[in-house]
């Protein structure tokens, strides 16, 4: 199983929208596929509950709950799983760090963007 955590320093920068996506679209290319909404807004899961049909499974994780839920996932056979991580959440964004196989920065072009980016990635 890989992980790919979607992290940044920013909020609404687009995580959730590329999290999502990105698990669709392994989903669709026939991987198993769990989202895990690390951010208590609970976007991701929410998209979960109105998204028809058949799709990646999603679990909501507290902080604290992502390695025996990464362990779980592991023995359930999963193939990717895809972190939805909530802005400026420094340890929850450490945990997902740790957990992560690759992690992927969204930001917007802007100067405090890439500034708030520089400080994160240190
Ligand atoms: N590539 C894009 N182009 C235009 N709008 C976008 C794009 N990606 C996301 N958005 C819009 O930007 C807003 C924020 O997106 P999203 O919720 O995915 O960001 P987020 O980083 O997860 O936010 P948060 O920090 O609150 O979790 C949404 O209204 C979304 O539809
Ligand atoms: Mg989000």
Do not use: Y
């Amino acid at each position: 199983m890989r992980t790919l955590a979607v992290l940044s320093q920013k909020g609404g920068t687009g995580k959730t929208t590329v999290a999502v996506h990105l698990a669709v679209a392994a989903w669709a290319g026939q991987r198993r596929v769990l989202l895990a909404d690390l951010d208590p807004q609970r976007s991701a899961a929410e998209w979960r509950r109105v998204r028809a049909g058949n799709g990646p499974g999603l679990i909501e994780s507290k902080p604290g709950a992502l390695f025996v839920a990464q362990q779980a996932a592991e023995r359930a056979g999963v193939d990717l799983m895809v972190l939805d991580t909530r802005p400026c959440g420094d340890t929850d964004t450490a945990e997902a760090i740790r957990a992560a196989d690759l992690c992927l920065v969204v930001l917007r072009p802007s100067f405090f963007d890439l500034k708030a980016t520089q400080r994160m990635v240190r």
